[in-house]
């Protein structure tokens, strides 16, 4: 069993930015792929980025490219999401998901089997 604990969220002010990290433990962790999703109030949780914990490919949402970065220290077990020029939209809880073996897209919520608690982004305008 893997547990994942985020932290880094809170309240900054469009344009700012923020960098989530997300600590990965377990008896032994390995993992094939770690994604960060969002759920905004009233809306289904969404990718937001993913990265190959091995192979290091990345992958972003759209509405991140460019202003979102994920990485990782494997010596840490520890993956990160720096996020620069934030706007309103990107507030939401903010969520670290572990794919400990390949089961599919990166894209999907479901293809991922361990979630870490969320911690809170806030925009203000």
């Known amino acids: 069993q893997v547990q994942l604990v985020e932290s880094g969220g809170g309240l900054v002010q469009a344009g700012g930015s923020l960098r989530l990290s997300c600590a990965a433990s377990?008896?032994?962790?390995?993992?094939?792929?770690m994604g960060w999703f969002r759920q905004a109030p009233g809306k289904e949780r969404e990718f937001v980025a993913a990265?190959?914990?091995?192979?290091?490919?990345?992958y972003y949402a759209d509405s991140v490219k460019g202003r979102f970065t994920i990485s990782r220290d494997n010596a840490k077990n520890t993956v990160y999401l720096q996020m620069n020029s934030l706007k309103p939209e990107d507030t939401a809880v903010y969520y670290c998901?572990?794919?400990?073996?390949?089961?599919?897209?990166?894209?999907?919520?479901?293809?991922?089997?361990?979630w870490g608690q969320g911690t809170q982004v806030t925009v203000s305008s």
């Open positions: 377990g008896r032994t962790f390995s993992s094939y792929r």
């Open positions: 990265i190959r914990w091995n192979a290091g490919n990345t």
């Open positions: 998901a572990a794919q400990t073996y390949y089961s599919g897209s990166y894209y999907y919520p479901a293809n991922y089997n361990s």
